[in-house]
Every structure is written in structure tokens, then in C-alpha cells.
């Protein structure tokens, strides 16, 4: 039988999840866990290259897991665990940055967006590429999931493992980035020209996948729609009420024009009513599951094997690294 490729993914304890994560992303991820043996860690160490409250990232680790969990992300299937449980990454990561040229660092596209935000960024913010390739490379990762933002960063991760082979001997694997094909792009509802994102100016246009029932019912009956009533999918001349169908059709698995026709005789109040309905029952399902993981032991039980599991494995790795550097007795 032929040994399954591997697949990480590191998740930012930031911010909040939103149905439009969820449905563009996360059931993305609930696939590849059955393609691939999958790695998923909470990428706490890379999350501090920006001010950060303390409190609020501390919460925000179990509770991110506990949400992808309740998700559908299962256990069975997935190493998950925190990045700052393995000390090998940070001893990795040093390692490679003494085989990471200043020049390749500073041309990063990430960098020199967020370092623009601020004069006084960290020396974390420019060095952090060289923690995401060890995140990477302690695992004989294959395949790194990644939007074409992040690509630039796991080229340099495949630049430095084969640096290191090249000098050293066979030590990597160099992975390949796997971008993702994003599921259904989830719009803004009160401005349905811009992706649903955590960060709007508008909170009534984003819903959360911890939002009450009752809040999430107002946001969609008042979301942006046009002047007509036909509920029929066309994202350039009718973008909001396309967007309601495109969340309708992504969690109840019908198709467009099977939904256009169901609803060729309704308004859009009864349409907005249904969809609401929709969300409401499978925001109200994850949030149940999100309860029980949170509020039980189970999400430490969890955690703690994979901390185990994957402080054996990058153990053994930076061992091997460090022995063919020449350091250590």
C-alpha cells in the first residue's frame, strides 16, 4: 500500500471564524484529511510578530481548535497540536536562519506590507519566514495548503531545504505549496463587491460562526439585495442576492438553478427567511460541538498527544540537523 502524502497547516490564534472561512476554507480542510496524513497546528509563535493582547491570544489557541474541531476537522485523522509546545521549532528555526540570507528575508512581499505599518517591527516580524520553514521541514511535509499570499514563503522554505541537502547530505523533504482552489467566495452583505472578512468596517455585513441565532437572522433579512425580486443568480448585476444563493447552495449542497427554480415565485423576504433558516441550523450544530469540546478535557487529552507525537518526530529531526552542522559535543 502506497504510504499517504503529507499535508500541514498552521492556523493564526487571531481574530474571529466566519461563515465565510468556513465555507471558503475550513470544509476544504475537512477534505484534505481524508486525501492526506494531515498536520494541524496553532501558529501561536508566529502570531507574537505583532503586538498581541495577552489575554485574548491565551483564549484564543483552545478555543480556535475547538472551533475547527466542531467544524469537522477530526481528531482520528489529524496531529494537532501548538506550535509553542515543541521547543524544536524555535531550534529549528535557528538553525535555519543561519542558512538564510538577509536578502532573501527582506524581499519578502509580507514583510514589507506589515514592517510599512509600523517603524519600530520586530526582528521576529523579518526572521519569521525561517520559523514557518522549520515548521515545515521537521515533518517531511509534502504538501503545504496556502493561498497564492503565502506562496513566496514556502519557495523559500524548498530554496532552503535544498541549500541544507546540498551542503549537508539528504536531511529534507522539499515540499510543494498546494494552493488552494477556495471553495464558494462568501461576499460582505452589506457590501457584497468585497469577500466577507473578520476585518470589515461594517460588522452587520460578517457573520460569525459564535454569533447568536438572532443576530445572525438580522443581518441576513437586512442584507444589501437589489431593486428587483427575482431571486436568480448573476454576481455582476445582482451581487447580493447571488451571494445569498451561493450560501444557501454551499450548505445545502443544491445546486443553483435547483434553488433559482424552487424560489422562481418567492420574494426576497421569504428567500432571506429560508436562508437564514439555513445558517442558523448548521451555525447552531457547530456551536453545540464547540461547547462540548471546550467545556470537556477531550481538547487536552488531544492536544497532549499531539504534542507527544510530534516532539518525538521534530526530536529526532533537529538532532539530525544539529549533528550535521558540527554543533553540540
Known amino acids: 500500500m502506497e504510504k499517504r502524502k503529507k499535508v500541514l497547516t498552521g492556523l493564526q490564534p487571531t ?20 486525501e492526506y496524513e494531515s498536520y494541524i497546528f496553532v501558529a501561536d509563535m508566529h502570531a507574537i510578530t505583532v503586538p498581541q493582547d495577552n489575554k485574548a491570544l491565551h ?25 509553542s509546545e515543541n521547543e524544536y521549532h524555535a531550534n529549528l528555526s535557528w538553525l535555519l ?28 516580524l523579518f526572521t519569521y519566514p525561517a520559523l514557518m520553514a522549520a515548521d515545515i521541514l521537521l515533518y517531511d511535509i509534502d504538501y503545504v495548503p496556502v493561498g497564492i499570499d503565502q506562496k513566496q514563503h514556502v519557495e523559500l522554505t524548498r530554496d532552503l531545504a535544498q541549500r541544507f541537502n546540498n551542503k549537508y547530505g539528504e536531511t529534507f523533504v522539499v515540499p510543494e505549496p498546494l494552493i488552494t482552489v477556495t471553495g464558494t467566495k462568501i461576499m460582505d452583505l452589506v457590501n457584497p463587491d468585497k469577500k466577507m472578512s473578520k476585518s470589515a468596517e461594517n460588522p452587520k455585513g460578517v457573520i460569525k ?26 454576481p455582476e448585476t445582482k451581487p447580493g442576492i447571488s451571494n445569498l444563493i451561493n450560501i444557501y447552495s454551499a450548505l445545502t449542497d443544491k445546486k443553483i438553478p435547483e434553488i433559482e427554480e424552487k424560489f422562481a415565485s418567492s420574494n426576497y423576504g ?6 437564514a433558516d439555513v445558517v442558523i441550523e448548521e451555525i447552531e450544530k457547530i456551536q453545540e460541538k464547540y461547547r462540548e469540546y471546550i467545556e ?15 516532539r518525538k518526530i ?13 554543533i553540540g559535543r
Open 209 to 234: 460562526l459564535l454569533e447568536d441565532s438572532e443576530s445572525i437572522r438580522k443581518k441576513i433579512m437586512s442584507a444589501t439585495t437589489d431593486s428587483e425580486t427575482l431571486v436568480k443568480y448573476n
Open 314 to 326: 521534530a526530536k529526532a529531526k533537529w538532532e539530525e540537523v544539529r549533528s550535521k552542522m558540527g
Open 296 to 310: 470537556s478535557s477531550k481538547l487536552d487529552d488531544i492536544l497532549d498527544e499531539g504534542r507527544e507525537k510530534t
Open 15 to 34: 481574530g474571529v471564524i466566519t461563515l465565510g472561512n468556513y465555507i471558503g476554507a475550513i470544509k476544504q480542510m475537512v477534505q484534505y484529511q481524508d
Open 270 to 275: 421569504t428567500f432571506k427567511r429560508e436562508v
Open 59 to 83: 483564549e484564543n489557541i483552545k478555543s480556535l481548535i475547538a472551533l475547527y474541531l466542531a467544524c469537522g476537522i477530526k481528531p482520528e485523522k489529524n496531529t494537532i497540536f501548538i506550535q
Open 97 to 124: 536562519e543561519c542558512n538564510t540570507y538577509f536578502g532573501e528575508l527582506s524581499r519578502m512581499h509580507q514583510f514589507k506590507e506589515k514592517s510599512k505599518k509600523s517603524e519600530n517591527f520586530t526582528a521576529g
